[in-house]
């Protein structure tokens, strides 16, 4: 039974599934939701109901194979889901049916590719890539081990659109440090994380790349952003004192809200396509999922 909206921030959550099961996203009905899992052998893309009663034990596996998956997100038809796969230490996107049949490579040569997010008409793949700037590997072990959140091959992502198949490869960001960004619903602006060293912000821009700037303010933990089906809101990640709890506020940065208070750190909040619910992961020992009402 999910907790009244009115009980912000929340102490307790209940669990949608246990094991390790993360990088959760919604379909465009609202009634499933792609997963990476490892309840089968390896991280792997998963389709659970968004309903379910049986914390995960039911979910459909979608992709096999020696290589690791991470990043699901389906395209907003349905038909489509756009992943990374890791193969011979190379993450590229690949694109399946909805069913996990016809799997075919999007990104190539394109060094490290991760975090598809489609464009609104679902003609374009929106994700980071290390093609346009590179760090030496020296520095990415150093380093990772101060921070708090992201990778310093974070520090070299740019984010780029191409085609689902494959065409038309275009450059959006320059100079490094953007990752986790999609599309506004009417396609015009793009919400990302934006990393510069140890600090981490959420920012917006305009679609071509113009305009960007700082939503975060003066907090320089915030991450995993993502956007309200109306667009007027951003649930994302704080970084507190008790570790990454939720946060809610308008599209401008104002009217920041805390929206859990409980007990591990919850990452990547995704709001459901009616409104009502956030999906988000919860990390205690492993990482699982948690869906909570949504605020008004």
């Known amino acids: 039974m999910l907790a009244s909206a009115q009980e912000f921030p929340f102490k307790k959550l209940p669990l949608l599934t246990y094991v390790v099961d993360y990088e959760a996203n919604w379909s465009p009905d609202g009634l499933q939701i792609v997963l990476i899992s490892n309840r089968h052998g390896g991280m792997k893309v998963h389709v659970i109901n968004a309903s379910a009663a049986q914390h995960g034990s039911e979910m459909k596996q979608l992709t096999t194979g020696a290589g690791e998956d991470d990043s699901p997100a389906w395209s907003p038809d349905g038909r489509r889901i756009a992943f990374v796969s890791l193969h011979d230490a190379v993450s590229d996107i690949f694109v399946m049916n909805a069913d996990g049949t016809g799997t075919r490579q999007v990104t190539r040569a394109l060094g490290q590719n991760i975090h598809p997010a489609w464009s609104p008409d679902g003609s374009r793949i929106l994700f980071n890539t290390t093609h346009f700037e590179m760090l030496g590997h020296s520095a990415e072990k150093a380093e990772d081990n101060k921070r708090v959140l992201g990778e310093i091959r974070d520090d070299s992502m740019d984010l780029a659109t191409?085609?689902?198949?494959?065409?038309?490869?275009?450059?959006?960001?320059?100079?490094?440090?953007?990752?986790?960004?999609?599309?506004?619903?009417?396609?015009?602006?793009?919400?990302?994380?934006?990393?510069?060293?140890?600090?981490?912000?959420?920012?917006?821009?305009?679609?071509?790349?113009?305009?960007?700037?700082?939503?975060?303010?003066?907090?320089?933990?915030?991450?995993?952003?993502a956007w309200s089906p109306d667009g007027r809101r951003i649930v994302f990640s704080r970084h507190m004192q008790s570790g990454f709890q939720i946060f809610v506020m308008n599209r401008d940065g104002r009217d920041v809200r805390q929206l859990t208070d409980a007990a591990g750190e919850f990452v990547n909040p995704r709001w459901s396509p009616d409104g009502t619910r956030i999906l988000c992961g919860r990390r205690l020992g492993g990482i699982s999922l948690a869906v909570f009402p949504a605020p008004k």
């Not at 065409?167 to 990302?192: E, N, P, V």
């Not at 981490?200 to 952003?225: C, K, R, T, Y």
């Open 162 to 225: 191409i085609r689902p198949d494959g065409s038309d490869l275009q450059q959006i960001t320059r100079g490094g440090g953007y990752t986790y960004a999609s599309f506004s619903a009417d396609g015009k602006s793009i919400l990302h994380r934006r990393q510069q060293r140890d600090v981490s912000q959420i920012f917006v821009m305009n679609s071509d790349g113009s305009a960007d700037h700082n939503l975060s303010g003066q907090n320089e933990l915030d991450g995993w952003p």
